[in-house]
T-cell receptor, first 113, second 112 residues
Framework: EPEVTQTPSHQVTQMGQEVILRCVPI?????FYWYRQILGQKVEFLVS????????KSEIFDDQFSVERPDGSNFTLKIRSTKLEDSAMYFC???????????FGPGTRLTVL | DAKTTQPNSMESNEEEPVHLPCNHS???????IHWYRQLPSQGPEYVIH???SNVNNRMASLAIAEDRKSSTLILHRATLRDAAVYYCILRVRGGGGNKLTFGTGTQLKVEL
């Protein structure tokens, strides 16, 4: 069964450093998403992406964040200058046209020191 | 987004049915009722969704009240693997691309 994959599973970085989190969505899907979950808190929407542009973003998704689909398979989330409060699990998801079902990856745990 | 209300936690014994309730009294006519779950240390996972009629799939059943102000996710025979946080989410039907707004969900504990 096709699945969403994410790399790395765990990323440790120093405050102020840039990080790129990578996702490979399910191959025929057209919509891509990033969510995050701070330890012990709710899953929060960050951004959705369709047709090579952002379709919606939350207030969390400020200028420090960017997303990109650099080729036909990868979908990335970049945080330019990480802060301590960016420490969280980051989940990538994808969905296909005509359905609202989103398929989530296993997540990347980001730890900012 | 219309709001949903779920109990914080529920317990069940293995092999027994589990009924997870969700109240959504402000649901609109275009809102679909979706259920996702999140197993420990994993990403959310789609379970089931419906609009007005009851729905069944290999994972669960969804019973929707006639007035649509509440729904119940039914796990017919709980297993230890079903221990997870279950989220009831309302979403307007679209071609795709709509975000999911997660609440705190119901933590289901399954015991032997």
């Amino acid at each position: 069964e096709p699945e969403v994959t994410q790399t790395p599973s765990h990323q440790v970085t120093q405050m102020g450093q840039e990080v790129i989190l990578r996702c490979v969505p399910i191959s025929n899907h057209l919509y891509f998403y990033w969510y995050r979950q701070i330890l012990g808190q709710k899953v929060e929407f960050l951004v959705s992406f369709y047709n090579n542009e952002i379709s919606e973003k939350s207030e969390i998704f400020d200028d420090q964040f960017s997303v990109e689909r650099p080729d036909g398979s990868n979908f990335t989330l970049k945080i330019r200058s990480t802060k301590l409060e960016d420490s969280a699990m980051y989940f990538c998801a994808s969905s296909s046209w005509g359905t609202d079902t989103q398929y989530f990856g296993p997540g990347t745990r980001l730890t900012v020191l | 987004d219309a709001k949903t209300t779920q109990p914080n936690s529920m317990e069940s014994n293995e092999e027994e049915p589990v009924h997870l309730p969700c109240n959504h009294s402000t649901i609109s006519g275009t809102d679909y009722i979706h259920w996702y779950r999140q197993l420990p240390s994993q990403g959310p996972e789609y379970v089931i969704h419906g609009l007005t009629s009851n729905v069944n799939n290999r994972m669960a059943s969804l019973a929707i009240a006639e007035d649509r102000k509440s729904s119940t996710l039914i796990l017919h025979r709980a297993t230890l693997r079903d221990a997870a946080v279950y989220y009831c989410i309302l979403r307007v039907r679209g071609g795709g691309g709509n975000k999911l707004t997660f609440g705190t969900g119901t933590q289901l504990k399954v015991e032997l």
